[in-house]
């Protein structure tokens, strides 16, 4: 009995001894790392050592696919030379245009890079950088068009245009009704086989194209004086990493890549 009560105390103090022992020594959640804090964009685009940027692929040319399938054009280049100067890999995501914002706003990119124009209600939502581009809208339709001489001409008339750019709300602003495309080329398509009226886009664009297709029948009407800022687009809260890309833009200004790459593509410098 006198054993059983002794081992009985013995196991009660040894308990009590490694109680205490524990009470006093840092436990594993004590001596854990405490998590890091959340990177910004910046930082993590600088971690993964690549960029990811959505484009269309489908619009001449500023984003489209050459003769041996290979991603070119302005924007193209000129993204890709801003990511070589972050030090960080270009990673292209390609979709319609009327895709790319959700894409973006779902993180699927880091930066859209397709002629994105500026304007308020972008603003509104989305963080963007300096221009590296001043677009100019110009209006076309069918050579046989002689109807439509100005942009005060084409109410009630039928609109080739991507729903949600700044050429279909210029369309809508003089009375034209849209017809949705979901690219530059189906909507030439669309006024090459009168199934359109007009079509409102980039000027370079539409020279472009009829550099390369010269026997398209269409034509260029007029021409919007008034130019339009395009630039890189981003998710609000992306300030550090547009601040870096600003930066970057500044210095190909400085020392004229953004100048080079521009009158290669167009012989002129689209810039300013």
């Excluded at 004590?30 to 484009?55: C, F, H, M």
């Excluded at 030090?87 to 292209?92: A, D, I, L, Q, S």
């Excluded at 809260?237 to 400085?254: C, F, P, R, W, Y």
């Excluded at 004229?256 to 300013?272: M, N």
Aim: aromatic share 8%; net charge negative; hydrophobic share 35%.
């Amino acid at each position: 009995m006198k054993k059983v009560i002794f081992s009985t105390l013995l196991s009660c103090l040894l308990l009590g001894l490694v109680g205490c022992s524990s009470s006093g020594a840092p436990s594993q959640s004590d001596n854990a790392t405490p998590p890091a804090a959340s990177q910004n964009l910046l930082e993590k685009v600088k971690a993964e050592k690549k960029l990811v940027i959505g484009t269309e692929g489908t619009y001449s040319p500023f984003t489209y696919h050459d003769q041996s399938g290979k991603l070119t054009g302005y924007d193209v280049e000129v993204v890709t030379e801003v990511a070589k100067r972050l030090g960080v890999e270009p990673v292209f995501q390609e979709t319609q245009w009327d895709a790319m914002f959700a894409g973006l706003d779902s993180k699927r990119f880091d930066v859209i890079a397709n002629q994105v124009g500026i304007r308020p209600d972008r603003q509104e939502k989305y963080d963007f950088s300096k221009p590296y581009t001043i677009s100019r809208a110009v209006l076309v339709t069918h050579k046989d068009n002689t109807a439509v001489k100005g942009f005060a001409d084409i109410k009630g008339l039928k609109a080739g245009q991507s729903m949600t750019s700044n050429y279909a709300d210029l369309a809508r602003s003089h009375g034209a009704e849209i017809v949705a495309v979901d690219n530059f080329n189906q909507a030439i398509d669309l006024i090459a086989q009168k199934r359109v009226d007009v079509v409102i886009n980039d000027n370079l664009s539409v020279l472009d194209f009829l550099k390369q297709k010269p026997d398209t029948p269409i034509q260029i009407v007029t021409k919007n004086e008034e130019g339009q800022p395009t630039a890189f687009m981003f998710r609000k809260g992306s300030t550090e990493l547009v601040d870096a890309i600003n930066k970057v833009l500044d210095d190909m200004h400085q020392d004229g890549t953004l100048k080079s790459i521009s009158e290669k593509w167009f012989g002129e410098d689209i810039t300013k």
